[in-house]
């Protein structure tokens, strides 16, 4: 509604346009939250942080965010978490210490908790071993 607002759009006209699309099911922020989670998570990798966080800037509710976070699987979040790892640093030597500061802030960037960064960091050292 801010968005129509700000276009400069009537209360009057936006009410009659949400309640309709309401009546409809087209409007549905559980919903969406719970597509968008699902979409960004899988295809662009994202941690929870940084889904919370633009869930958050679109408006969502924060019932609506945390419902849809639930649903999120940390192993399969781990997964992603290493998966992106290993696309970052490459062949780099994980051992130096730059190498593993540059992919935890990369991971951090992506929306993962350092927990998670933690245990790809250990996961990725004890690999090269």
Same mark, same amino acid.
């Given at each position: 509604?801010?968005?129509?607002?700000?276009?400069?759009?009537?209360?009057?006209?936006?009410?009659?346009?949400?309640?309709?699309?309401?009546?409809?099911?087209?409007?549905?922020?559980?919903?969406? /939250? *719970?597509?968008?989670?699902? @979409?960004?998570?899988? !295809?662009?990798?994202?941690? +929870?942080? %940084? =889904?919370?966080?633009? #869930?958050?800037?679109?408006?969502?509710?924060?019932?609506?965010?945390?419902?849809?976070?639930?649903?999120?699987?940390?192993?399969?979040?781990?997964?992603?978490?290493?998966?992106? /790892? *290993?696309?970052?640093?490459? @062949?780099?030597?994980? !051992?130096?210490?730059?190498? +593993?500061? %540059? =992919?935890?802030?990369? #991971?951090?960037?992506?929306?993962?908790?350092?927990?998670?960064?933690?245990?790809?960091?250990?996961?990725?050292?004890?690999?090269?071993?």
């Amino acid at each position: 509604m801010r968005r129509l607002r700000r276009a400069g759009y009537e209360d009057g006209t936006i009410k009659t346009v949400v309640d309709a699309l309401a009546g409809a099911d087209l409007l549905d922020d559980m919903a969406f /939250a *719970r597509e968008w989670v699902e @979409s960004r998570s899988r !295809s662009r990798k994202l941690g +929870r942080v %940084r =889904l919370e966080a633009e #869930l958050r800037r679109k408006g969502v509710e924060s019932d609506a965010i945390a419902e849809a976070l639930a649903g999120l699987d940390s192993e399969a979040q781990a997964g992603r978490a290493l998966e992106l /790892a *290993r696309g970052f640093i490459g @062949s780099a030597d994980i !051992s130096d210490p730059a190498v +593993r500061r %540059r =992919l935890a802030g990369y #991971l951090q960037r992506r929306g993962h908790a350092w927990e998670t960064i933690k245990q790809v960091l250990c996961d990725m050292a004890e690999k090269e071993r």
